[in-house]
C-alpha cells in the first residue's frame, strides 16, 4: 500500500499508512523504506518527520540494505544535510554508481563543488547521469568554462551526455557566447529527436538568443509544440535582449491569450524591455496591472526595474518619489536600485538629486564600491570637488577595488577568458606583443 500511494502520487497517503501499520503492531521490512523515504523527498518540508523514518531504519536493522541507503541519501541531499549524507556514504559498504552520483549533485546543490569533484573523480564508474551531476554542480557556480571542459572530457571518453547535461552545457554556451558548441547541441539534440524535451529546447533558444541569433531562437521557440512559462520567458527575453521591444511585448501578448501564466521572471522581461525602449507608460501599466490582473505580486527586483525605467527616461525625481513612495526610502532597495537612480543623476545633470541619495545612502551605512564611484563621478561632473575628494578619501580608506572587466571570445570552438590587467594567460606575453604593434601602427598612420 505505502508504494501503491506513491505510485499513485499521493506521498502523504503513503506516510499516514506506514503510521497505521505501527498503530496496528506490524513491523516493516526491507522493502517498506524505500518507497517510504521516496514520501519523504517528495514532501521536502517534513525533514524531521525523515529524520524519524531514518531512526527507524536503524532500530529495525535495515541501515546497511543498499536501496535504503540509497533512498536516505537522496533525502538528506534534497534537505541540504550533506554532513549526514556523508556519513551515511563513508559506512555504507556497498556504493553503487547511484549512490556515487546522488552525493556528487546534493554537493553540488549547495555549491561546494570541491567535494563533489573529489567524489567526481574517486568514482568507480560513470554514466551520463554522473557527467550531468558535477556538470550542473560547475554551472551553480556559474564557472562555464569549466562546463564545457568537463564536457569534452565527457565526449574524449565515448559517454553520450543526457537531457540535463545538455541544458548545462547550452547554459554555459549562452553565457560565453561559444556559438559553435552551442550548434553543435543543437545539431545533436535534433538528431537524436530530443528537442520535444521543453526545458531543452528552452535551453536552445536563451542560447541563441545570449549569441546574437534571435532568428535561430525564434525558429526553435514556434517549433516547440507544449510551450510553457519558462520558453515563453526565454523568447521574451531573447528579443529583447536584441533591441526588438515591440516583438518582446507582442509575445507577452500572445503568451497570455494562449492560456500561460505570466511569472515574476515574465514581467522583469517585459518590465526590462520597456526600460531600454524608453516606453514609460507601457512600463507603468504593466507594473500596476501585475497583480490586479495577471495575480503575480511585485517583487523587489520589480520595483528595481521601474525605478531604472523611470531613470533612464530622465524622470529621476519622479524615480526618486516612488522610492519613497512605493518601497518605503533608499533602504528598501539594493544596488541594482541606488545604481540606477545614481547614473540618471549622473546622465542627466541632477546634482540635487545625487547628493540627497548618496547622504541617505552614507548615513545609512549601505554604500558599495559602485555607489561610491558614482557620487564621486557626479560630485566630480558637476564642480563639487570637496565632495568629491570626501568620497575619493572614502574609498581609498575603505579599500575597495572595482572588480575587474572580463572579456570572452570563442576561437576554434575553444572559449578564451580575459580579465582586465591579467597576464596569467599562457600566450599573454605574444598577445601584449601583437596589441603593441597594433598601437604603434596607429601611430604611424
Known sequence: MIRGYMQANFP???VFCYLDMLDMGFEPNNYTFPP???ACVILGPLENFGMFVHAHVVKFGFGEDPFVVSSLLEFYSLVHKMATARVLFDKSPDRDVVTWTTMVDGYGKIGDFENARDLFEKMPERNAVSWSAIMAAYSRISDFKEVLSLFRQMQEVGMKPNESGLVSVLTACAHLGAITQGLWVHSYAKRYHLEKNVILATAVVDMFSKCGHVHSALSVFEGISNKDAGAWNAMISGVAMNGDAKKS???????VKSGTQPTETTFVAVLTTCTHAKMVRDGLNLFENMSAVYGVEPQLEHYACVVDLLARAGMVEEAEKFIEEKMGGLGGGDANVWGALLSACRIYGKIEVGNRVWRKLAEMGITDFGTRVLSYNIYKEAGWDMEANKVRK?????GMKKKPGCSVIEVNGVVEEFL????????????YRVIHSFLKMSNLV
Open 394 to 398: 572614502l574609498i581609498s580608506e575603505t
Open 36 to 38: 517510504l523515504i521516496k
Open 249 to 255: 511585448l507582442e509575445l507577452f501578448d500572445r503568451m
Open 420 to 431: 582586465a590587467g591579467d597576464n596569467r594567460h599562457p600566450q599573454a606575453g605574444e598577445i
Open 12 to 14: 502523504k497517503l503513503s
